[in-house]
């Protein structure tokens, strides 16, 4: 597969990590991760302690930047750029820049999906009431952080580990 044009879809734990994987296999491939959110590789498990401000300064959760993966691993990063289709017998995927509306096309040799999970919401009356968030992202934990000063109760659903 010498040469060949590698996409990746999600750009968090699974994605970074198999990106920079497959540099180390091979320095010839030319790897492109998309992601539909503006941050790459950022630390989830960080977010909790960011809120909680054991973790104050939000770079902190950035565990490596698109520039580290341009300059480091040569590899390319499309942060806040969503994909929306794939075509496997033209070996295509359909991508949009969200910042500007844009489409586009981009062919691949191998694509790897990492598009992780999204928190349940569950059917409950009124869980689009203000004040409720999951946490996954980096937004996410800003919306509760500026929250903060106002709260004087919360309730967490969901007892599992996170
Ligand atoms: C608050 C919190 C605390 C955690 N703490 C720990 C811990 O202490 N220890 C531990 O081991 N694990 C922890 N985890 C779990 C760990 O973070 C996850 O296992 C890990 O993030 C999974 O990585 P992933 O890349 O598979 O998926 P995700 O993190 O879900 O990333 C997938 C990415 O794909 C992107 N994506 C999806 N669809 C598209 C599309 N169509 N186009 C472009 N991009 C797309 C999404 O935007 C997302 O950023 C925690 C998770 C959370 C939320």
Redesign the pocket.
């Known amino acids: 597969m010498t040469g060949k044009r590698i996409l990746i879809?999600?750009?968090?734990?699974?994605?970074?990590?198999c990106a920079t994987r497959i540099r180390r296999l091979c320095e010839e491939y030319e790897i492109i991760m998309?992601?539909?959110?503006s941050?790459?590789s950022?630390?989830?498990?960080?977010?909790?302690y960011f809120i909680g401000d054991v973790i104050v300064e939000e770079e902190k959760l950035l565990v490596a930047t698109p520039e580290l993966f341009k300059n480091r691993f040569n590899i390319q990063v499309c942060s806040d750029?969503?994909?929306?289709a794939i075509d496997r017998d033209l070996k295509t995927l359909t991508?949009r820049d969200l910042k500007t509306g844009v489409d586009r096309i981009e062919p691949y040799d191998a694509l790897v999906?990492?598009?992780?999970?999204?928190?349940v919401w569950p059917l409950i009356e009124g869980i689009d009431l203000p004040g409720i968030h999951a946490?996954?992202?980096i937004p996410?934990?800003r919306k509760i952080r500026s929250e903060l000063p106002d709260m004087k109760h919360a309730v967490v659903m969901g007892a599992g580990?996170?």
Do not use: H, I, M
């Open positions: 879809v999600g750009g968090v734990a699974g994605g970074a990590s998309f992601e539909k959110g941050y790459v950022f630390a989830n498990c960080g977010l909790p750029t969503e994909v929306l991508v999906l990492s598009t992780g999970s999204s928190a946490l996954r992202t996410d934990s580990y996170l």
